[in-house]
């Protein structure tokens, strides 16, 4: 599975972006779709994710700012994000979690997309 993610960019503070991310190759039996991300220094976090739409889960940190949404038939996922603030600064992966033929999940990351908020 190949993910590939655009939409990033630099924003004020309180401004919007919308991040896109589209997965191709053996897309089959997809459980998740979602956004994580890191900045300089920290850890990779959780932003949100979806199994469908009204199942979704969300960092406390991002609730009530930013939505994810899933095209199943596009096998893509977005994340729009309002009010955005300078700590949302960061690099922001594309992430699906499919089922393969052996029954497992795995995980699949885009590369990558920097988002900059300046205050």
């Known amino acids: 599975v190949q993910l590939q993610a655009s939409g990033g960019g630099l924003v004020q503070a309180g401004g919007s972006l919308r991040l896109s991310c589209a997965a191709s190759g053996s897309v089959r039996s997809i459980n998740t779709m979602g956004w994580y991300r890191q900045a300089p220094g920290k850890e990779r976090e959780l932003v949100a994710f979806i199994v469908r739409p009204g199942n979704t889960n969300y960092a406390d940190s991002v609730k009530g700012r930013f939505t994810v949404s899933r095209d199943n038939l596009k096998n893509t996922v977005h994340l729009q994000m309002n009010s955005l603030k300078p700590e949302d600064t960061a690099v922001y992966y594309c992430?699906?979690?499919?089922?393969?033929?052996?029954?497992?999940?795995?995980?699949?990351w885009g590369q990558g997309t920097q988002v900059t908020v300046s205050s």
């Open positions: 992430n699906v979690n499919q089922r393969e033929y052996d029954g497992r999940y795995y995980d699949y």
